[in-house]
């Protein structure tokens, strides 16, 4: 079976930095993906990483440690228009199937 | 540009009937669709996979009589909700793979309302 856990919902501050963990166990892993999806949207890309370690992009980082089942998304210099849903999603065997962590809400105040 | 859309993008409906949501590829084919549906304030949850030309495969705990998908071609599939009621509203969406591991591609959405 496969477990994926994240915070329900968060706050920030608007230029703050905040850390959104997600903690996994699946039966296969093949990579984890973040996703950042608004309210009647669908999900939009935001990374993917497959190798233990940091990968940095813009404001925004992600983080892997296949070893203890756990990633992070970090988002710095916070903007109101981050407020939304951030999903995890790991890749099982074979590579298509995607299954989504619970999500996170994330508030961003002024 | 989008590569999938979704048609409908919103539908409302009553109870009991039917209702056909077409997710399309576009400029490409998309030998798997696999279909999320996303309850208010909840994560996307895989409810099947389908691979063109062949039977879509379910997540436990689906119906498979009730959400009937047809993945007749390499740009179309479908999914249909049968005798729709209230508890069926919901968000779905359906996804697609590039030609990429870490390319995945999503649809807008359908926006379903049973009344």
């Known amino acids: 079976g496969q477990n994926i856990d994240q915070p329900t919902e968060m706050t920030a501050t608007e230029g703050a930095i905040v850390q959104i963990n997600c903690t996994y166990q699946?039966?296969?892993?093949?990579?984890l993906f973040w996703y950042q999806q608004h309210a009647g949207e669908a999900p939009t890309f935001l990374s993917y990483?497959?190798?233990?370690g940091l990968e940095e992009k813009g404001r925004f980082s992600s983080f892997l440690s296949r070893s203890k089942g756990y990633s992070y998304l970090l988002l710095k210099e916070l903007q109101m228009k981050d407020s939304a849903s951030y999903l995890c999603?790991?890749?099982?065997?074979?590579?298509?199937?995607?299954?989504f962590g619970t999500g996170t809400r994330l508030l961003v105040s002024p | 540009g989008a590569v999938v859309s979704q048609h409908p993008s919103w539908v409302i409906c009553k109870s009991g009937t039917s209702v056909k949501i077409e997710c399309r590829s576009l400029?490409?084919?998309?030998?798997?669709m696999f279909w999320y549906r996303q309850f208010p304030k909840q994560s996307l949850m895989l409810m099947a996979t389908?691979?063109?030309?062949?039977?879509?495969?379910?997540e436990q705990g689906v119906e498979k009589d009730k959400f009937l998908i047809n993945h007749a071609s390499l740009t179309l599939s479908t999914l249909t909700v049968t005798s729709a009621h209230p508890e069926d509203s919901s968000f779905y969406i359906c996804?697609?793979?590039?030609?990429?591991?870490?390319?995945?591609?999503f649809g807008p959405g359908t926006r379903l309302t049973v009344l």
């Open positions: 999603a790991v890749t099982g065997t074979g590579f298509q199937k995607l299954v």
């Open positions: 996804r697609t793979l590039g030609e990429a591991t870490d390319t995945q591609y």
């Open positions: 389908s691979n063109e030309g062949s039977k879509a495969t379910y």
């Open positions: 990483n497959v190798l233990d």
């Open positions: 699946t039966s296969g892993f093949n990579g």
């Open positions: 400029d490409f084919q998309a030998t798997t």
